[in-house]
């Protein structure tokens, strides 16, 4: 079985990547398909996850150790159920036993022993504002600064989850194979290579 | 003109990965011959140099602050005349105006106006280190603790260069086009997708 997970920054196409890439692949293709089954399996509304997993996560309270006051990072419990339940999801993905791509929701840490081909994407934030502008329902109208807002908080709610689930950081290039700067580029014209990289990734693994 | 850039950890086959780039896409090829040039114009020995880039480019000198003891770095008055025999002629190579490829020495950096494509070639210790002792002649016989040594020790002066360039951190992905994990990969395979990846890049640059 061979897994490709897309960890990216938002705005950077790295949905548009992992869409192109499934395509030309003829992969399966999970994104918000996960949302969907959290929602089912955690009895929760699906916005409220999408809420709680984009912005609500983590946070933060005081504690005082010695002298020092320091912040220690919480989880609440709605989160905790939340982060549950997408972890199953994706296992109970992976345990279909088909060719896959996952876009984000931790995907390469929690199915590492299936050894997936790691992409990371990511661009300047120009370009991610200016993608936000173009193609996103949700940011056309928005602000560009109010984009810049967002476009912080998600990704940090990005790194928060990653950081629950492992030691390794979010965006690290340590962490994955490939790491793909969209700036200024066309997904269009990179999926074909990616495709063609991960290909030779799996050549590589199978034949160990 | 276009100029690819391959900055790399020490031991991931950067240096091959840049070499067979050239030979796909019949780009001129740089890096030994950047030591020969250094060594014409500043009239050190070309073994100094190699020396001096690799390991003794920045020292630290104790600083007191107020209260607070810390290091300044300080380059040395050789090491300033090396680099700048290495920043000029890097500048040659490119007002030459051939397609090249250029290994390390900043030239994602010198050559910014350029538009290069930059690539940052990394891998795991481990593989870092079993391919010293398969390719390289200076490595074959040491111990592999020495290797972890000198590998670290290399790209400690290799970060250390790229900040007198530069403000921007060595290796850190936001300043390349394309960071290449090569752990357990044959470089021969992964020569011909990065050399069209770098195709598309400049298909697109020069289409701005």
Redesign the interface.
């Known amino acids: 079985m061979k897994i490709i997970t897309i960890s990216r920054e938002f705005g950077s196409g790295g949905r548009e990547l992992g869409k192109r890439m499934s395509d030309i692949l003829g992969y399966d293709y999970y994104d918000r398909e996960i949302i969907s089954a959290i929602a089912e399996k955690s009895g929760f509304d699906e916005n409220y996850i999408k809420d709680m997993t984009e912005k609500k996560l983590r946070v933060s309270i005081p504690i005082s150790y010695g002298r020092t006051m320091y912040y220690e990072p919480y989880i609440n419990t709605n989160a905790e159920k939340i982060l549950a339940a997408q972890s199953s999801t994706i296992r109970e993905i992976a345990d279909q036993g088909r060719d896959c791509v996952i876009i984000g929701r931790g995907a390469d840490v929690i199915l590492s022993q299936y050894n997936p081909v790691n992409i990371?994407v990511?661009a300047?934030m120009d370009y991610r504002v200016k993608r936000c502008l173009k193609y996103s329902e949700n940011e056309k109208e928005m602000s560009e600064k109010k984009i810049i807002k967002k476009i912080k908080e998600i990704d940090s709610a990005r790194a928060s989850f990653h950081s629950f689930l492992s030691e390794s950081k979010w965006?690290r290039?340590?962490n994955?194979?490939?790491?793909?700067?969209t700036?200024?580029?066309?997904i269009k014209?990179?999926a074909p290579?990616a495709a063609?990289?991960a290909k030779?990734?799996f050549?590589?693994?199978n034949s160990?």
Do not use: A, H, S, V
């Open positions: 990371f990511y300047d965006g290039k340590e994955y194979n490939l790491c793909i700067n700036t200024g580029m066309q014209q990179l290579i063609e990289y030779i990734m050549t590589k693994k160990k």
